[in-house]
């Protein structure tokens, strides 16, 4: 089912969702520019949760639990620290070394388990100060042999207008075995209004390599909606990692050069690292 996604202005997004969850459809988009041409799409949906609110989203629906099993879930050992412990207290504290107030309200964007499974390529905290206004992202970011990197990238003067937020960080943590480590990602991110989007555009010394990017609508977080979604893209999570391991099998087959994972001092993969503001070039 196709989606009507509204501008990509902020002024055109509606106000931040007042809500302890909701629920965002759309679509994931990847294209890769070269040594050879590939792309693919696919019909996904998000979850939106509020980390002060989780009870509150918990009783929303009876399909949906915290820490439990259900259709859907949300689980705080799948994310941050990954041992269970509060997600907000890591957040504070990975902004707190940057020098940032701790955030009035923090939401975290990203797929949930669906019949107990999981997996997030990448969630997004949007962290927004007393004012209502955002102050800082953080991409959580994961790789399929276990290991999970954050990005603590408070918002700089100029980084946040109408056209939504732009970013700039070096890579600091190998994702893909077919991208090097030679590489900057592009952050170009819509905050999560009537619509959300995620658009990351990855490139090397000698120009764009990887366009990555999520387009989403908001959906009321209730039963009806869940059970839609989940009849609309059955095993939601499922695909995902099942996408991720087939586009690798056709990147493999059109010859796209293999790079094994870095030393351990360059970003091993199997440790959960952090990067801050301060570690850009």
């Known amino acids: 089912m ?17 809500c302890a969850a909701a629920l965002y459809s759309g679509e994931i988009m990847h294209a890769r520019m070269k040594p050879k041409e590939h792309r693919f799409t696919y019909s996904v949906f998000s979850l939106l949760l509020d980390l002060d609110r989780l009870d509150e989203a918990r009783r929303s629906s009876r399909l949906f639990s915290v820490n439990r099993f259900n259709l859907l879930s949300f689980h705080e050992k799948d994310h941050g620290p990954r041992d269970g412990s509060g997600l907000r207290t890591h957040i504070e504290d990975l902004l707190g070394r940057q020098g ?3 955030p009035d309200r923090i939401l975290l964007l990203a797929y949930p388990r669906v019949l107990g499974y999981g997996f997030n390529p990448l969630s997004v905290y949007y962290a927004y100060g007393a004012d209502g206004q955002l102050s800082a992202l953080v991409y959580e970011v994961r790789n399929t042999f276990g ?36 590489q900057k990602y592009h952050f170009r991110m819509l ?14 010394p ?36 099942f996408a991720i391991h087939w586009e690798a099998v056709k990147l493999w087959r059109k010859h796209i ?19 801050s503001l301060a570690s850009k070039s």
Request: proline share 10%; net charge positive; charged share 25%.
């Open 147 to 182: 290991g999970m990197h954050t990005y603590a990238l408070p918002l700089e003067p100029g980084q946040l207008s109408d056209a939504g937020v732009r970013q700039e960080q070096r890579k600091a943590f190998h994702v893909s075995p077919f991208i090097d480590m030679d």
């Open 257 to 275: 050069p293999f790079h094994s994972a870095p030393a351990p001092d360059q970003g091993d993969h199997k440790d959960t690292r952090h990067t």
């Open 2 to 18: 196709k989606k009507a996604f509204r501008s990509n202005r902020l002024s055109d997004n509606g106000p931040l969702p007042a």
């Open 191 to 204: 905050p999560p209004g009537d619509a959300v989007r995620v658009r990351i555009l990855e490139k090397d």
């Open 206 to 241: 000698e120009g764009p390599l990887l366009s990555a990017t999520f387009s989403g609508v908001k959906l009321p977080f209730t039963s009806r909606y869940i059970l839609r979604e989940c009849l609309r893209i059955p095993f939601l999570t499922f695909k995902v990692m």
């Open 100 to 102: 940032l107030a701790k």
